[in-house]
């Protein structure tokens, strides 16, 4: 609902003008001048001004240039009274955007009015259409995992349901988001993102819901917060895993009842927001372990979509690799650069323990470093250089994957064991003295894991 603020030292034009926009359906508060108009201006999120141009104290032009130097998307209409048409058209060309003159039509006032506002909506969703044109990166991906999520995209976009993305580091989780709200009703409105792990927990109250100016020290001015912001849009709370406790507690009662204060104010705000989160955390052992609370953890994951790592989708690694290369190629390049099918064989191979950013960051890198046209596996080794050093050591640990701890640990001791009885001849009592245990003790896990031990 808009809010309109009708100035004018008239208490009957007040009076008229509240009841017929009231009955419009919009709300509506009132000042006499310009210094009631100003302090109604700090504490309310008024969208159009209604301003006689003939003011007492402080007049109406001068008032006019306050709004638009202070509140960039306030709309102002100025009301002006038959003797000062030059000054109605002064205030159009400081920003104004129409004028209306007295005695009022009110048929008049209820369509610049409506205008007005339409015109204020219509660049605010101008401005969150190119934010999301302009940061929308395509989503590339057509293996049976990467399909599933699209299918679960294109099934949850429509809703108002709220979805928690799970997934590694880089593996598309902010992608994921940002499509959703692309393909939703709410394309036009804004996508606002929130790191909750980046904000200190003292400031996330501030950061969310906005302050009033003077609600703490440092509040020099009103603020509005990312639920406003995002009025009508989508909220994106991005590691959602790593707010504390009590932030979380903060974030359930919004999220529940869709109203809240600014900090250090009274008026409650209702707002109209679709919550996507997403985190790379456990989020179960997070509750397990009484990090994150389980209410909030269902009030968020209406819908999961879990985006698979690389390394399970392994088809995608050419496709996305093809893809790097033709974005992040030089404007001007005659000769589109791309791999030999040797060198691509080693990039499928690859485990990606950073996932989509970091073969993002390798197709940069390599791009600007090789002067190859088709880049060789020689040069994909030197590049993967380091890492794959790490690689080594990741290979030893992908065989315990998928098994739970136990599991794992029982299959690395059976193995351990093996290979030291072989070391030693399977000589039990050197054997037992090579590990550090009791003969008693290698007895055990012998019979226990059932390793034959022939002399
Ligand atoms: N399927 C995809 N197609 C094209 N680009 C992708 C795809 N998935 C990820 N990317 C790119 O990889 C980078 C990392 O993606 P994104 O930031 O969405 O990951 P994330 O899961 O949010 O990572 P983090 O957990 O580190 O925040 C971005 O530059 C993104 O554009
Ligand atoms: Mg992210």
Redesign the pocket.
């Known amino acids: 609902m808009s809010l309109v603020l009708v100035v004018d030292d008239e208490q009957s034009i007040r009076q008229v003008l509240t009841d017929i926009l009231h009955d419009e359906g919009y709300e509506v508060m009132s000042a006499e001048d310009g210094l009631e108009a100003m302090a109604l201006l700090k504490t309310h999120p008024v969208d159009l001004v209604l301003l006689d141009v003939w003011l007492p104290n402080k007049g109406g032009i001068d008032v006019l240039r306050e709004i638009k130097a202070e509140y960039v998307s306030v709309q102002v209409v100025i009301i002006s009274g038959h003797g000062n048409i030059d000054l109605a058209v002064k205030a159009v060309k400081l920003g104004a955007y129409d004028f209306i003159e007295k005695p009022l039509s009110l048929d008049r006032v209820l369509t610049v009015v409506k205008n007005a506002l339409e015109v204020e909506q219509l660049k605010r969703e101008n401005r969150a259409l190119k934010d999301t044109v302009l940061k929308n990166?395509?989503?590339?991906?057509q293996s049976e995992p990467?399909l599933r999520v699209l299918e679960l995209i294109n099934q949850s976009a429509v809703g108002d349901a709220r979805i928690l993305?799970l997934?590694?580091?880089?593996?598309?989780?902010?992608?994921?988001?940002?499509e959703i709200h692309r393909r939703s009703a709410r394309s036009g409105r804004p996508f606002v993102e929130v790191n909750c792990a980046a904000i200190p927990d003292t400031l996330i109250e501030s950061e969310l819901f906005g302050h009033e100016k003077g609600a703490f020290t440092s509040a020099v001015s009103r603020r509005t917060g990312k639920f406003e912001a995002a009025d009508g849009g989508t909220l994106f709370l991005?590691?959602v895993a790593d707010m504390t406790l009590s932030a979380q507690a903060k974030v359930l009662r919004v999220v529940q009842e869709m109203t809240f204060e600014r900090v250090g104010g009274e008026k409650s705000l209702h707002v109209d927001v679709r919550i996507i989160s997403?985190?790379?955390k456990d989020i179960q052992a997070e509750i397990r372990a009484g990090r994150f609370r389980e209410d909030l953890f269902f009030r968020l994951n209406v819908v999961p979509i879990q985006?698979p790592p690389l390394r399970e989708r392994r088809e995608?690694i050419p496709v996305?690799a093809e893809?790097?290369l033709r974005s992040l190629a030089r404007p001007g390049a005659t000769v589109a650069k791309g791999f030999t099918p040797e060198a691509m064989d080693e990039l499928v191979k690859y485990r990606w323990p950073?996932?989509?950013?970091e073969?993002?960051n390798f197709v940069e890198r390599i791009t600007i470093m090789s002067d190859e046209d088709a880049i060789g596996t020689e040069s994909v080794r030197r590049f993967l250089g380091e890492i794959h050093s790490v690689e080594a050591e990741d290979t030893v640990l992908s065989e315990f994957e998928d098994m739970g701890l136990s599991e794992a640990r029982e299959s690395f001791e059976r193995r351990y064991i093996e290979g030291k009885l072989a070391e030693h001849g399977n000589n039990i009592s050197r054997t037992a003295e090579a590990l550090g245990v009791y003969p008693s003790n290698l007895h055990g896990k012998i019979r226990k894991y059932g390793i034959k031990v022939e002399k």
């Open positions: 990166d395509e989503m590339i991906g990467m993305i997934g590694e580091n880089g593996t598309g989780k902010e992608l994921v988001a940002r991005d590691e997403a985190t790379n985006v995608d996305l893809h790097f950073g996932n989509v950013r073969l993002k």
